[in-house]
């Protein structure tokens, strides 16, 4: 039988653990801050716990983190890891320092089942849920190998649900993480510096706002459901009127007082001046700011990035009409570590690979 993985655990669950095996609560503490404070993969190397105890622990549990396979820095400082969290799968994770932050940007599931039309990890196809230990195991890692800058202090100042999968589509396991990552006692991030981007599974994202609110991003990417439909076919399910209404009740509970719409420019399908006068008008009642993605090509991907002066005209209009528009810098492209260029290793269960293998993509030009 395998053992306990320690990792999985919120503080409170390690608590509970501990008392059910009859240990006091305050000793879950010491182990949970040896954890994630200090990057203990063994209870060997816990001296202030009792031989004794220390030997009980590694009859019943565990602290799995996943296997680093690779490491590779891009010529902009970009990091990128790949681990193995199974024989058959590999996730990604990438470090992006900038000026005063750093931002890991952490994988929630192998490959992701949404099947967005411009990402390279949706065309993968999906294998599995990650495990919580295996979400926090990218932070531990990430931690780990980066080590501090010269004050002592942690180089990770942000991190961002958005590597592989739809951290929405793996709920429990997410929020378990992220409240490790929020816990003073682990990583210590604070709300507004933890950012959870989602394509918009509603019903997961109104649980979100009660049991973890976090900053939030949203994978907006059409200013109509007619373009949205096809690129993002989660969008006949949860249409955009809908996702509007659902991001309206999170700003409620919401640390930050405004919700980032991502909105990824694909030339001649979401990026005709018309769509950004149709965004200024849909987003009217929303406190907002828009981010524009350059769309990262990967082989076989159908798509085109909008030109720079496409870009800076749509980011004008937006602007004009009183929102505040960011164009995302990309980053870590010689390693391919860019957003939505994250692949992994995915065994894929869904034969998606063979789909898109043998699809065309002249309905979506057309739009
Ligand atoms: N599943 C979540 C988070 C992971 S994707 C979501 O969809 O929001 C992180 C971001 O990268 C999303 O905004 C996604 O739309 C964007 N993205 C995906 N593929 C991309 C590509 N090829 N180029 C640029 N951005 C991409
Ligand atoms: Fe999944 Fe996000 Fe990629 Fe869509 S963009 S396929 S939701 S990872």
């Known amino acids: 039988m395998s053992k306990i993985n320690l990792l999985d655990f919120t503080l409170p669950e390690l608590g509970e653990y501990f008392a059910s095996i009859n240990e006091q609560k305050f000793r879950a503490v010491q182990v949970y801050r ?34 680093l396979v690779s490491e ?20 990604e994770t990438v470090f992006i320092p900038d000026n005063d932050r750093g931002t890991l940007c952490v994988s929630s599931q192998v490959g992701c089942a ?42 990770i100042t942000n991190v961002v649900m958005m590597g592989m999968g739809e951290p929405l589509a793996n709920y429990t396991s997410v929020v378990a993480a992220m409240k490790t990552m929020l816990d003073d006692n682990a990583y210590n991030l604070s709300k507004k510096k933890l950012t959870l981007s989602t394509s918009g599974v509603i019903p997961a994202l109104d649980r979100l706002k009660d049991d973890c609110p976090v900053a939030l991003a949203v994978s907006l990417h059409a200013s109509n459901d007619a373009v949205r439909d096809v690129i ?24 930050k007082d405004y ?7 694909l030339e001649g399908v979401n990026d005709k001046l018309e769509h950004a006068h149709e965004l200024v008008e849909l987003a009217r009642d929303i ?27 749509f980011q004008k209009i937006l ?42 993509f002249g309905v979506i030009k057309q739009i």
């Not at 994630?36 to 031989?51: R, V």
């Not at 399910?237 to 209404?245: C, D, V």
């Not at 907002?288 to 005209?313: A, D, H, M």
Request: charged share 30%; hydrophobic share 35%; proline share 5%.
């Open 34 to 67: 040896w954890m994630h404070i200090y990057g203990a993969d063994n209870f060997e190397a816990m001296t202030d716990i009792a031989k004794t105890l220390r030997a009980k622990l590694n009859e019943v549990a565990e602290i799995r983190v996943p296997i």
């Open 72 to 91: 590779n820095k891009a010529s902009d400082g970009v990091v990128k890891w790949a681990l193995e969290v199974d024989n058959h799968n590999k996730i």
């Open 114 to 155: 949404l099947e967005c039309q411009f990402c390279s990890t949706g065309r993968q196809g999906f294998n599995r849920n990650l495990t919580p230990g295996e979400i926090v195991g990218q932070l531990w890692w990430a931690n780990k190998r980066l080590g501090r800058d010269p004050k002592g202090e942690k180089l």
């Open 232 to 255: 993002i076919p989660i969008n006949k399910k949860y249409p955009i009127k809908e996702l509007l209404e659902a991001c309206r009740r999170y700003l409620a509970k919401s640390p």
């Open 259 to 265: 919700v980032t719409f991502e909105y990824v420019m």
């Open 287 to 313: 406190s907002c700011k828009f981010n524009l993605i350059p769309f990262n090509p990967f082989p076989n991907s159908g798509f085109n990035s909008s030109s720079r002066n496409q870009i800076v005209r």
């Open 319 to 360: 602007q004009e009409g009183g929102y505040i528009t960011t164009v995302r810098k990309t980053r870590g492209e010689d390693i391919d570590a860019a957003c939505g260029q994250l692949v992994g290793k995915v065994k894929d269960k869904t034969k998606r690979q063979e789909k898109w293998n043998t699809r065309s």
